[in-house]
């Protein structure tokens, strides 16, 4: 089993309409999370960071961290084409870990 | 504010050629570097992490190597490639507690 399971998709949907990523992971303790954002031929960027679980708001984005399903989602709202891309969650153990766990990634297309 | 570069941006190799990527990092001092290798469709393989000059972490056994001969560089390398040494180079640095940031890439080819 994988330590973080991403679907990798491929996801396609309608502008304007709301994108849900997921990701699951096989190890409690486990306490940051993020969210990156990578385009066809260029390295990832970093989209969201959140510690624990809740919800943290950017703009379109959602992120949010639910520990007691080892469970962590992104929400884009109002889908632009310019968000086509794959999305790739990532982990950390404690504050002084120095290696991330990935996620696969999931190719998400927003038609115009 | 902080830079990473890579180079070369496209590599084309032989099996059996030597290999030489590198990357450096403006605006930060001893940062966290790594290298990742994306394989088409697939996630990111952590292959070498460094948190100091010289100091070198391998995560996965293979015809790789890495050295970091300066604070701000970091090198990967390989005396003779293989075919499945084909994929996407990724060089990234550490900022804070997780926060990786990543270059462009290196897109390489065995042929």
């Known amino acids: 089993q994988k330590e973080v399971e991403q679907d990798p998709g491929p996801l396609s949907v309608p502008e304007g309409a709301i994108v849900s990523l997921n990701c699951t992971y096989s190890?409690?303790?486990?306490?940051?999370f993020m969210w990156y954002r990578q385009y066809s031929r260029k390295g990832p960027e970093l989209l969201m960071y959140t510690y624990s679980s809740g919800n943290k708001e950017d703009g379109r984005f959602t992120a949010q961290v639910d520990k007691s399903s080892k469970y962590i989602s992104l929400f884009i709202r109002d889908s632009q084409p310019s968000d086509s891309a794959t999305y790739l969650c990532?982990?950390?153990?404690?504050?002084?870990?120095?290696?991330?766990?990935f996620g696969a990634g999931t190719t998400v297309t927003v038609r115009a | 504010s902080q830079t990473i570069h890579q180079w070369p941006a496209t590599l084309v190799q032989p099996v059996g050629s030597p290999l030489s990527l590198e990357c450096t990092v403006e605006g930060t001092s001893n940062p966290n570097l790594y290298w990742y290798r994306q394989a088409a469709g697939r996630g990111l393989q952590l292959l070498f992490y460094s948190v100091g000059i010289g100091q070198i972490s391998s995560e996965v056994p293979q015809n790789l190597s890495a050295s970091r001969p300066q604070d701000r560089q970091f090198i990967l390398s390989s005396k003779k490639l293989l075919l499945s040494d084909s994929g996407f180079y990724l060089c990234a640095w550490m900022f804070g507690q997780h926060e990786q940031y990543f270059g462009p890439g290196t897109r390489l080819t065995v042929t």
């Open positions: 990532a982990m950390a153990l404690r504050s002084n870990d120095y290696k991330l766990s």
């Open positions: 190890n409690s303790a486990f306490q940051y």
